[in-house]
């Protein structure tokens, strides 16, 4: 019989990673039990799934002001990364994705419609 990964159990694989300390900035902000673990947890569970040939997309909608899963499946997969909210915290992805050199990532705002494709 195989244990059911618990929120504990991610959060505590997500920080033996090395992109840890470019994703601490982006979770940081929030109580350990948000966040963090679902966002290891869709990758966990996604990485299952092989993409088709090719370059593939991932498309994080709801994603938040800090578009956390987005950060993490571009730290962590090839596929290029789209976070849609229209909370998005722009300055403060701006700065995050300079200072850790990210690629495969981007984000759309929809509140000004202004899109950002580093």
Known sequence: MTRRATSSDYLDRLMRRESFQALWPLFARLPAREGAHESYS??????????????????????????????MFALKTTAENISVDPLVNVRLLERWQERFAVRRFAWRKHASGTPSTK
């Open 42 to 71: 869709a990758l966990v569970h996604l990485s299952a799934v092989p993409p088709a040939r090719g370059p593939y997309r991932v498309v994080h909608v709801g994603d938040g002001a800090h578009a956390r899963t987005a950060a």
